[in-house]
C-alpha cells in the first residue's frame, strides 16, 4: 500500500469545509468567550426559575443557546483537531473545549434539579399562562418521569460519590483485556509464528486458511479459560453494582432501569427474543449454506467469520460512489437525493486518508448549519456502504436540526442507527438489482452476515444478558461454571442446529466488552430490524417515503417507540423481526441457487 498523502496534498473539493462554522480560528476564539461569559451569567437564574413562566422560558431558551454555541465550538475544534492530530494547535484547541464543556455543565447544574422541585403542578400551570413554554413539553415530561427515580439530596450525592467504585469491574476489565492478557503466537498465512491479538484475531478468523482460523480460535479461549475465575469475578461485580444501583433508585430491576432512558417497555425486549427464537431456522438454512459453500465436514465456531464470496478488489472512484449512493437512496424521494446531492458538492464531506487523520468514519457537525462527515475513502465497495452509512446520519441530523427547537435535536441512541441502516440497505437492494455473478454472490454473502451478526447475535447476547442478570437477582452466584453453563446453552440454542458448539465458545461471554454497559446491545438488533421494515415499506409503496422523511425530521421530540411507529415501524408487533428473518431466508435461498448453476 502506498504512504499516506500530507494533507496540503490533497485536492480542496475532497477537504470538508470547516469554515462553514466559522470563517477563521479568530471567529472560533470569539466565540469560545461568548460560551464562557454567557454560561458564566446563566447563573443568575438560580433560585428563580420557580417564579413564573416568562423566567423559566428564558432560562431554558438561554441554556439551549449556549449549549448550541457549545456544539458550534466543539465541532469546529474538533474536527480540526481529526484533520491532523499531529497539529497541536487544534489538539490544543479540543482540550481547551473539553474543559468549556464542564464549566457550562456546572453552571447550568441547578436547572433540572429546580425544575423538579418546582413541582409539575407548577409546570402545567405555566405551560397553560405561557403558551411558548409547551415547547418544552416533552422534555418536562421526561424530566418528571426521570425525577420518580432520582433521591433525597443527601442520598444523590452519597449515591454520586459511590460511581467510581460502581465502575471498579469494567475498569479491571478493560485492563486486564486490553493489557494484560497474552495470547502468544501461532502459525499465520504464511507459515510463520504471529502474534495474537484483538484486532488481528478477527483477520486470523477471516483467513481462508481453516488451520489458521482454528489456531487463533484455540489460543484466544485457552487465555479466557485460563482466567476464567478472575473474568466471572468481574463480570459478576459488574451485575451486581448494576442491581445496586437499580434497587437503590426504586426500580425493580436492572433491565428496567437501563430500559427507562428511552421509555422503552420491558415487553419489546422480550418480544425480540422471543421472535428471533422463532426465526432460528432461517439461520441455521444460512449457516448449512455456509457449510456446503466452505466444503467441511463439520461447521466449527471459528468457521463463521470467513467471507464465503470474497470481497473484489474494488477501485471505485470517489465521484462513482456518490453517484451510487445517489441513486439507491432515490426511493426516499427528490428532496432527499438533492439535499444529499448538495451536501457532496459542498463539502461537507472529508474524503480521503492523509497523514496524521482520525481513522474509520463518523458524522458530526454543529446544530446551526450542517453536518459534516469523516471517510478515509479507499474505493472498495465496502467504503461505498461506509459513506451511504455515514451520510444516513448526516441526514437524519440535517433534517432534524432543520425541524426541531434546539432542545430536540438530540437523538436518543435507540434510533441513531436507524436512518444509517436503512441507506445501507437501500445501497445493497440498488446494487443487487444488476449485479451479476461474484459480485452478486459477494453482496448477497454480506447480507446475509449483516443479519447474523448485527440480529441474531446481539439478540443472543441481549438473551444471554437477561439470564445472567436475572440468575443473580434471583440468587443464583455468577460464578465461571454458571456463566459458561448459560452461555454455552444459549449458544447452542441458535448455533447448535447446524455447528458443533466445542467448549471453548461457553467462555465467549468473558471477552465481550459490551456486557460491562449491560442491556445496550439489543437496540443494535431492534435498530436494524426497524431499519429494515422501513427499507420493505420504503420499495414497496412510494408513499411510505413520506412517513419516514417525518421521521428524519423528529429528533427526540417524542420517546423512540412512538417516533419509530410514524415512520410505519411498530416494534411491538414483531412484523419488523419478520422482515428481517425473511431477507435471511429470501438471500440464503438465492444464493444457493447462483452457486449451484
Ligand atoms: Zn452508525
Given at each position: 500500500m502506498s504512504e499516506p498523502k500530507n494533507r496540503e496534498e490533497i485536492e480542496e473539493k475532497y477537504k470538508w469545509k470547516l469554515s462553514d462554522i466559522f470563517p477563521s480560528d479568530e471567529a472560533f476564539e470569539s466565540a469560545f468567550e461568548n460560551v464562557r461569559k454567557t454560561a458564566a451569567e446563566f447563573a443568575s437564574f438560580e433560585g428563580k426559575l420557580a417564579s413564573g413562566a416568562v423566567t423559566l422560558k428564558k432560562a431554558l431558551d438561554e441554556l439551549c443557546e449556549i449549549n448550541?454555541?457549545?456544539?458550534?465550538?466543539?465541532?469546529?475544534?474538533?474536527?480540526?483537531?481529526?484533520?491532523?492530530?499531529?497539529?497541536?494547535?487544534?489538539?490544543?484547541?479540543?482540550?481547551?473545549?473539553?474543559?468549556?464543556?464542564s464549566e457550562v455543565m456546572e453552571a447550568s447544574s441547578f436547572l433540572e434539579p429546580e425544575i423538579i422541585s418546582a413541582g409539575k403542578e407548577t409546570v402545567e400551570k405555566y405551560m397553560e399562562e405561557c403558551e411558548e413554554l409547551s415547547e418544552y413539553r416533552q422534555f418536562f415530561h421526561n424530566l418528571f418521569r426521570e425525577a420518580e427515580h432520582i433521591l433525597d439530596e443527601k442520598s444523590e450525592k452519597l449515591l454520586a460519590a459511590t460511581m467510581p467504585m460502581g465502575g471498579a469491574s469494567h475498569d479491571v476489565f478493560s485492563a486486564m483485556n486490553n493489557a494484560d492478557i497474552?495470547?502468544?503466537?501461532?502459525?499465520?498465512?504464511?507459515?510463520?509464528?504471529?502474534?495474537?491479538?484483538?484486532?488481528?484475531?478477527?483477520?486470523?478468523?477471516?483467513?481462508?486458511?481453516?488451520?489458521?482460523?482454528?489456531?487463533?480460535?484455540?489460543?484466544?479461549?485457552?487465555?479466557?479459560?485460563?482466567?476464567?475465575?478472575?473474568?466471572?469475578?468481574?463480570?459478576?461485580g459488574s451485575v451486581k453494582s448494576d442491581l445496586f444501583y437499580a434497587k437503590t433508585k426504586k426500580f425493580p430491576s436492572t433491565l428496567l432501569m437501563k430500559l427507562s432512558g428511552s421509555f422503552i417497555?420491558?415487553?419489546?425486549?422480550?418480544?425480540?427474543?422471543?421472535?428471533?427464537?422463532?426465526?432460528?431456522?432461517e439461520l441455521s438454512g444460512y449457516l448449512e449454506l455456509r457449510k456446503k459453500i466452505l466444503g467441511v465436514s463439520g461447521l466449527c465456531m471459528y468457521d463463521l467469520y470467513v467471507p464465503i464470496v470474497p470481497e473484489d478488489e474494488g477501485d471505485i472512484p470517489y465521484e462513482e460512489a456518490c453517484a451510487m449512493v445517489l441513486k439507491a437512496v432515490a426511493p426516499l424521494g427528490e428532496a432527499y437525493v438533492n439535499d444529499m446531492r448538495r451536501a457532496f458538492s459542498e463539502r461537507?464531506?472529508?474524503?480521503?486518508?492523509?497523514?496524521?487523520?482520525?481513522?474509520?468514519?463518523?458524522?458530526?457537525?454543529?446544530?446551526?448549519?450542517?453536518?459534516?462527515?469523516?471517510?478515509?475513502?479507499?474505493?472498495?465497495i465496502e467504503d461505498v456502504f461506509t459513506l451511504a452509512h455515514e451520510m444516513g446520519h448526516a441526514m437524519h441530523s440535517?433534517?432534524?436540526?432543520?425541524?426541531?427547537?434546539?432542545?430536540?435535536?438530540?437523538?436518543?441512541?435507540?434510533?441513531?442507527?436507524?436512518?444509517s441502516t436503512v441507506n445501507e440497505n437501500l445501497l445493497l437492494e440498488y446494487?443487487?438489482?444488476?449485479?451479476?455473478?461474484?459480485?452478486?454472490?459477494?453482496?448477497?454473502?454480506?447480507?446475509?452476515?449483516?443479519?447474523?451478526?448485527?440480529?441474531?447475535?446481539?439478540?443472543?447476547?441481549?438473551?444471554?444478558?437477561?439470564?445472567?442478570?436475572?440468575?443473580?437477582?434471583?440468587?443464583?452466584?455468577?460464578?465461571?461454571?454458571?456463566?459458561?453453563?448459560?452461555?454455552?446453552?444459549?449458544?447452542?440454542?441458535?448455533?447448535?442446529?447446524?455447528?458443533?458448539?466445542?467448549?471453548?465458545?461457553?467462555?465467549?461471554?468473558?471477552?465481550?466488552?459490551?456486557?460491562?454497559t449491560s442491556f445496550y446491545v439489543y437496540q443494535y438488533a431492534t435498530g436494524f430490524a426497524a431499519a429494515t421494515r422501513i427499507k420493505e415499506l420504503v420499495l414497496s409503496?412510494?408513499?411510505?417515503?413520506?412517513?419516514?422523511?417525518?421521521?428524519?425530521?423528529?429528533?427526540?421530540?417524542?420517546?423512540?417507540?412512538?417516533?419509530?411507529?410514524?415512520?410505519?415501524?411498530?416494534?411491538?408487533?414483531?412484523?419488523?423481526?419478520?422482515?428481517?428473518?425473511?431477507?435471511?431466508?429470501?438471500?440464503?435461498?438465492?444464493?444457493?441457487?447462483?452457486?449451484?448453476?
Amino acid at each position: 500500500m502506498s504512504e499516506p498523502k500530507n494533507r496540503e496534498e490533497i485536492e480542496e473539493k475532497y477537504k470538508w469545509k470547516l469554515s462553514d462554522i466559522f470563517p477563521s480560528d479568530e471567529a472560533f476564539e470569539s466565540a469560545f468567550e461568548n460560551v464562557r461569559k454567557t454560561a458564566a451569567e446563566f447563573a443568575s437564574f438560580e433560585g428563580k426559575l420557580a417564579s413564573g413562566a416568562v423566567t423559566l422560558k428564558k432560562a431554558l431558551d438561554e441554556l439551549c443557546e449556549i449549549n448550541e454555541n457549545l456544539l458550534s465550538v466543539a465541532a469546529y475544534a474538533c474536527m480540526h483537531r481529526d484533520e491532523d492530530n499531529e497539529v497541536s494547535k487544534y489538539r490544543a484547541m479540543a482540550d481547551r473545549v473539553g474543559d468549556l464543556e464542564s464549566e457550562v455543565m456546572e453552571a447550568s447544574s441547578f436547572l433540572e434539579p429546580e425544575i423538579i422541585s418546582a413541582g409539575k403542578e407548577t409546570v402545567e400551570k405555566y405551560m397553560e399562562e405561557c403558551e411558548e413554554l409547551s415547547e418544552y413539553r416533552q422534555f418536562f415530561h421526561n424530566l418528571f418521569r426521570e425525577a420518580e427515580h432520582i433521591l433525597d439530596e443527601k442520598s444523590e450525592k452519597l449515591l454520586a460519590a459511590t460511581m467510581p467504585m460502581g465502575g471498579a469491574s469494567h475498569d479491571v476489565f478493560s485492563a486486564m483485556n486490553n493489557a494484560d492478557i497474552r495470547f502468544g503466537k501461532i502459525k499465520g498465512e504464511n507459515g510463520e509464528e504471529e502474534e495474537l491479538t484483538h484486532s488481528r484475531y478477527g483477520i486470523f478468523l477471516e483467513s481462508g486458511n481453516r488451520e489458521v482460523r482454528k489456531a487463533a480460535y484455540e489460543a484466544m479461549y485457552a487465555q479466557y479459560k485460563g482466567f476464567k475465575n478472575t473474568f466471572a469475578a468481574m463480570y459478576a461485580g459488574s451485575v451486581k453494582s448494576d442491581l445496586f444501583y437499580a434497587k437503590t433508585k426504586k426500580f425493580p430491576s436492572t433491565l428496567l432501569m437501563k430500559l427507562s432512558g428511552s421509555f422503552i417497555p420491558e415487553s419489546v425486549y422480550a418480544k425480540l427474543v422471543e421472535d428471533v427464537n422463532e426465526g432460528i431456522d432461517e439461520l441455521s438454512g444460512y449457516l448449512e449454506l455456509r457449510k456446503k459453500i466452505l466444503g467441511v465436514s463439520g461447521l466449527c465456531m471459528y468457521d463463521l467469520y470467513v467471507p464465503i464470496v470474497p470481497e473484489d478488489e474494488g477501485d471505485i472512484p470517489y465521484e462513482e460512489a456518490c453517484a451510487m449512493v445517489l441513486k439507491a437512496v432515490a426511493p426516499l424521494g427528490e428532496a432527499y437525493v438533492n439535499d444529499m446531492r448538495r451536501a457532496f458538492s459542498e463539502r461537507w464531506v472529508d474524503v480521503f486518508e492523509n497523514r496524521g487523520k482520525t481513522s474509520g468514519a463518523y458524522s458530526w457537525g454543529d446544530n446551526r448549519n450542517h453536518p459534516f462527515v469523516l471517510m478515509n475513502y479507499q474505493g472498495k465497495i465496502e467504503d461505498v456502504f461506509t459513506l451511504a452509512h455515514e451520510m444516513g446520519h448526516a441526514m437524519h441530523s440535517y433534517y432534524t436540526n432543520k425541524t426541531q427547537p434546539s432542545v430536540y435535536r438530540d437523538y436518543k441512541i435507540f434510533v441513531a442507527e436507524v436512518a444509517s441502516t436503512v441507506n445501507e440497505n437501500l445501497l445493497l437492494e440498488y446494487l443487487l438489482r444488476d449485479a451479476k455473478g461474484t459480485r452478486r454472490a459477494y453482496l448477497l454473502g454480506r447480507k446475509l452476515e449483516a443479519i447474523r451478526t448485527t440480529f441474531y447475535r446481539q439478540t443472543m447476547f441481549a438473551e444471554f444478558e437477561k439470564k445472567a442478570h436475572g440468575a443473580y437477582s434471583e440468587g443464583t452466584p455468577l460464578t465461571a461454571e454458571t456463566l459458561c453453563d448459560m452461555y454455552g446453552k444459549v449458544n447452542k440454542k441458535y448455533y447448535g442446529k447446524v455447528c458443533e458448539c466445542d467448549e471453548n465458545i461457553s467462555y465467549e461471554w468473558a471477552r465481550i466488552p459490551h456486557f460491562y454497559t449491560s442491556f445496550y446491545v439489543y437496540q443494535y438488533a431492534t435498530g436494524f430490524a426497524a431499519a429494515t421494515r422501513i427499507k420493505e415499506l420504503v420499495l414497496s409503496d412510494g408513499k411510505n417515503a413520506d412517513a419516514y422523511m417525518e421521521f428524519l425530521k423528529s429528533g427526540s421530540s417524542d420517546y423512540p417507540l412512538n417516533l419509530l411507529k410514524s415512520a410505519g415501524v411498530d416494534l411491538e408487533d414483531g412484523t419488523a423481526v419478520r422482515s428481517v428473518v425473511n431477507d435471511m431466508k429470501t438471500a440464503t435461498d438465492e444464493l444457493k441457487l447462483l452457486l449451484d448453476k
